[in-house]
Nanobody
């Protein structure tokens, strides 16, 4: 059984930064995809970044250059009010990693990020 627990969310002003962390309990296999998603009120869950077992990364266009993903964290900077959402870490075991929510088997409970203007 795999369990994911996020932390590090909070309230910041526009232009600020946060570091979100994801602790993974359970067995990790080499062919895995570790991703971050976010969901704003009234909107669908959106994939923002993913890293695979070799360290290759993919970012959504809306966050490229501002967000940096690593195996256990997501650094978010130059924050905008539209980045306000609940952020989730997610894990799946695939050889090709994407940013579609249906691909991910394990999810954390989420951490709130609120950006004020």
């Amino acid at each position: 059984q795999v369990q994911l627990v996020e932390s590090g969310g909070g309230s910041v002003q526009a232009g600020g930064s946060l570091r979100l962390s994801c602790v993974i309990y359970g067995v990790m296999y080499n062919s895995h995809c570790m991703a971050w998603f976010r969901q704003a009120p009234g909107k669908e869950r959106e994939g923002v970044a993913v890293i695979d077992g070799s360290g290759s990364t993919t970012y959504a266009g809306s966050v490229k250059g501002r967000f940096t993903i690593s195996e256990r964290s997501l650094e978010i900077s130059s924050l905008k009010p539209e980045d306000t959402a609940i952020y989730y870490c997610a894990l799946t075991y695939l050889t090709r990693c994407g940013l579609e929510a249906y691909q991910y088997k394990y999810w954390g409970q989420g951490t709130q990020v609120t950006v004020s203007s």
